[in-house]
């Protein structure tokens, strides 16, 4: 079993490139809410970055993000056929392809945010990592597989 420093060691080594989701399902802000919430049942999505015409990230669109517009028509505070521009949250972080794991997990944890958009060096989305990816990276450098668990 690995050491706490080895992990750490390892972490600020390996790229997040290595661990991030390449099938990224990127939505723009014309998207309707009813497509977004088709594609997050039919891909088993949490989230999703919002991304201009050049694929450059402008925010992220979460399952918490839809709940709470749902909340609002429930009330009768919104009525009309929503868009994605009406929920994304627009103060979206992003880090380069090539940032370390650790550097990934430090910005996730500070931020609270369950998942990063991962960008080349155009700018452009080219991935994304979770909170889940990071702790299934984990799982896998401490030896411990969902066959190990009880």
Same mark, same amino acid.
């Given at each position: 079993m690995m050491d706490a420093e080895g992990l750490r060691a390892l972490a600020e080594a390996t790229s997040v490139s290595e661990v991030m989701s390449r099938?990224?399902?990127?939505?723009?802000?014309?998207?309707?809410?009813?497509?977004?919430?088709? %594609? =997050?049942?039919?891909?088993d999505l949490a989230q999703a970055p919002v991304v201009d015409a050049a694929w450059r990230p402008l925010g992220m669109v979460s399952k918490n993000d839809l709940l709470? %517009? =749902?909340?609002?028509q429930q009330r009768g505070l919104f009525t009309g056929e929503a868009r994605v521009s009406q929920v994304v949250v627009q103060s979206v972080i992003s880090i380069h392809h090539d940032a370390s794991l650790s550097v990934a997990a430090a910005i996730m944890a500070n931020e609270g945010v369950h998942a990063l958009p991962i960008v080349a060096q155009g700018g452009e989305v080219v991935g994304i990592v979770s909170t889940l990816d990071v702790i299934r990276w984990l799982a896998q450098k401490t030896g411990m597989h969902s066959s190990d668990s009880p």
């Open positions: 099938d990224v399902f990127c939505l723009s802000m014309d998207t309707s809410i009813d497509a977004v919430v088709d %594609l =997050f049942l039919e891909k709470r %517009l =749902f909340d609002a």
